[in-house]
């Protein structure tokens, strides 16, 4: 298994570009979720989703789009970049057990500035 | 969820034992107390969870109070590789609204010293 893969590792944009910051996994895991994590903080959460079809907004969704078509893949896109969206992003995935609690696997992140 | 307190920072020297504590005084009866760590830029890594009766397994140790409005992780013999930030967390199961989210504090930064 490869895990939780996220793609690119590092990327630079200009104020106001769009892009979409790639996640996937191969563990079969209905939860998927996105964070963000700002130098010196914890991270937070933007967006999850429990299933294909069904996303639901975090703590900081603002500027962030989700969706899932796939249990696989969950995409996070950045409309319109801004500086205050410089932060590292981290992709989680987990199964959703009934009755009983899960842990979450980490990608190894994307390091996004926004110039 | 319920708050969780950490202190910022600890150190404990190479070999000892780093007992990590978190304060989760408004804990509900169907929360958990997770652990996460997150080793310098990586993503954060899950160490251990439970409910009220102490837990262990091949990274560390639980131990929730009575009460279950604390608890502290152990690390039995702390290793240079062991220094990272420490994270307490507090979710409900299955079912609520909060599914799946982890909702993650400042944690606490152990330096493992040689």
């Known amino acids: 298994n490869a895990g939780v893969t996220q793609t690119p590792k590092f990327q630079v944009l200009k104020t106001g570009q769009s892009m979409t910051l790639q996640c996937a996994q191969d563990?079969?895991?209905?939860?998927m979720s996105w964070y963000r994590q700002d130098p010196g903080m914890g991270l937070r959460l933007i967006h999850y989703?429990?299933?294909?079809?069904?996303?639901d907004q975090g703590e900081v969704p603002n500027g962030y789009n989700v969706s899932r078509s796939t249990t696989e893949d969950f995409p996070l896109r950045l409309l319109s970049a801004a500086p205050s969206q410089t932060s590292v992003y981290f992709c989680?995935?987990?199964?959703?057990?009934?009755?009983?609690?899960?842990?979450?696997?980490f990608g190894p992140g994307t390091r996004l500035t926004v110039t | 969820d319920a708050k969780t307190t950490q202190p910022p920072s600890m150190d404990c020297a190479e070999g000892r034992a780093a007992n990590l504590p978190c304060n989760h005084s408004?804990?509900?009866?169907?929360?958990?107390v997770y652990w996460y760590r997150q080793i310098h830029s990586q993503g954060p890594q899950y160490i251990i969870h439970?409910?009220?009766n102490n837990e262990t397994n091949e990274m560390a140790s639980l131990i929730i109070t009575e009460d279950r409005k604390s608890s502290t992780l152990i690390l039995p013999h702390a290793t240079l590789r062991d220094t990272a930030v420490y994270y307490c967390?507090?979710?409900?199961?299955?079912?609520?609204?909060?599914?799946?989210?982890?909702?993650f504090g400042q944690g606490t930064t152990l330096q493992v010293k040689p």
């Open positions: 408004t804990i509900s009866g169907n929360e958990y």
């Open positions: 989680a995935s987990s199964r959703l057990t009934s009755g009983s609690s899960y842990e979450q696997y």
């Open positions: 967390i507090v979710r409900t199961t299955l079912g609520s609204s909060n599914t799946g989210k982890l909702i």
């Open positions: 439970g409910l009220k």
């Open positions: 989703s429990v299933g294909a079809g069904i996303t």
């Open positions: 563990m079969n895991h209905e939860y």
